[in-house]
């Protein structure tokens, strides 16, 4: 089925009415129907019999094959029922029970058009008799089948119908309402899909399925706690339930609760190893940095299927993410191979190769600009390049520019460093300085303390460079209290500089700022 509501399967019919045809003359037919007796001894609205229209017809030979039928049926030889039926229906075509049981068995082979007709003749041949509590019970699960068979042919509206018939004539009738809870989730009525099912486990209903229902919707409603509780009711009911696990897992990780949404989805892979599956568990590993365990799942996708550009995409950035840029840049460098006009790709391929391989990473982020160029991520690349390779006028002369676009706080921050860097290596330290302490307010909102300690050392030594020597004293002093372990060689240069340039600040040297 393609509709989303039959994500819980079209439910097979199991159980086979026990019905014993005893045809003792041509006005009257006694038939005994799930342990109610339902005589239809009413006048029919026909002219006539079907025995008196067919010379052939032959009620005992009739009632035969449908018992035969009835035994095939439950045995699960739901094509010779079928044959079964339709030869006693030959015979008898007023064996509206026979028609009912063919009915079932088409819709449980699937063969939803032949099943509908079949139980709309049912409908109209139990409207010839009189109402009666049995009756209300026998039309109830016809209308149900009914529901059930038009559900399947994406035939929504025919299909509430049918269940709401069914809820008239029976209000306690289990199918019904989980049928109609079908129903509602697949037009997204999840609140009445969660009274409806609520309703069919009032009125005795304790399927696996109605369960798994009813968690369903509660987690699109957000109802998550409540939702554990009747998804694991289906799944002690069902443990392979697919749907259930599938649903469990999403709630675990709305819970914050990985290790079991991971736990169900292994449970799931057990039955069905979809793609989708396999990738939604590698996603859990990779945010929890169970890199190796993400690893084998992206690989195992990709291996599947080739054409698979997510689950490569996803391997070569949990590869980038893991530490392994070797194997990430062969990876990358495949998946461009294959997909030459992917400016992401080759965006991630020169974020790796900047660093060691600047003329390369210049190469892919040039390519990324031409095919995406309204992104600035690909244009700031380009100048983060150019500053690796020593080509600091042409950096500038690419990234002033994208400083006046619409950027994220990341990109803005990219780009100012890089423009601060040319600019210090230009050796233009008041342009540089006005970057630094641009690139300072913003570490500083975001509790940067590491960079913000040696962007301080750097602001220092431009003040230093340009003769302002209080300020090179402030800075050097606030790098100093904050300087990590790992900035020992810059923290001796400013020691050795200290003397010095408290001497030039005594002296009287340097700018003068107005006081």
Known sequence: MATCAMIFGVPQRKEVIPVRVLL?????????????????????????????????????KAAALFDAGQEAHAAGKLEEAVKLYTQALAL???????????????????????AGDAINKVLEQLKEFADSPDLK??????????????????????????????LELDPNHKRAHSGLAQIFIANNKVAEAITTAKAAIAAG????????????????????????ANLTEALKREPNNAQALRDRADVF???????????????????????ATMLRLAHIYRAARQYEEALKWYQQVADADLANQEARTALAEVLIESGKSENAVAQLEALIKAEPNRADLRSQLATLLVVNQPEKALEQYQAAAKL??????????????????????????????????SLKEEQTYTAHANIATAFFELKDYPNAAREYIWMLDYLGKKGEQKKFAVTTYLLGVCFDKFGDYEQA???????????????????????LRLPSLQRQIAAGQGIKRKK
């Not at 304790?206 to 369903?216: E, M, P, Q, V």
């Not at 500038?396 to 994208?402: G, W």
């Not at 904050?482 to 400013?494: D, S």
């Open 253 to 275: 990780l709305a819970r914050n609760d990985a290790t079991r949404a991971a736990a169900d989805l292994q449970a799931l892979l057990a039955i069905e190893k979809s793609p």
């Open 92 to 114: 008898d075509s007023s064996i509206w029970q026979a028609e009912f049981q063919r009915a079932s068995a088409y819709y449980s082979l699937n063969r939803f058009v032949e």
């Open 205 to 228: 209903d304790d399927s696996a399925l109605i369960y798994a229902l009813l968690g369903h919707a509660q987690s699109r409603n957000k109802q998550n706690e409540e939702a554990l």
């Open 473 to 495: 004293l402030k800075a050097y002093q606030q790098f100093l209290a904050l300087a990590p372990a790992e900035q020992q060689l810059e923290v001796e240069k400013v020691k």
């Open 372 to 405: 995406a160029p309204t992104n600035p991520n690909h244009q700031i690349g380009v100048g983060s390049a150019l500053v690796k390779m020593k080509r600091f006028d042409e950096a500038l002369t690419v990234l002033k520019p994208v400083l006046a676009q």
């Open 137 to 166: 019970q026998i039309s109830a699960k016809a209308q149900t089948l009914r529901g059930e068979i038009a559900f399947a042919r994406n035939q929504s509206a025919e299909a509430e119908a049918a269940f709401r018939r069914a």
């Open 24 to 60: 003792k003359s041509i006005l009257m037919v006694a038939c005994l129907i799930s342990c109610a007796s339902f005589v239809l001894a009413q006048s029919r609205t026909r002219a006539q019999t079907p025995a008196a229209n067919n010379q052939e017809a032959n009620p005992q």
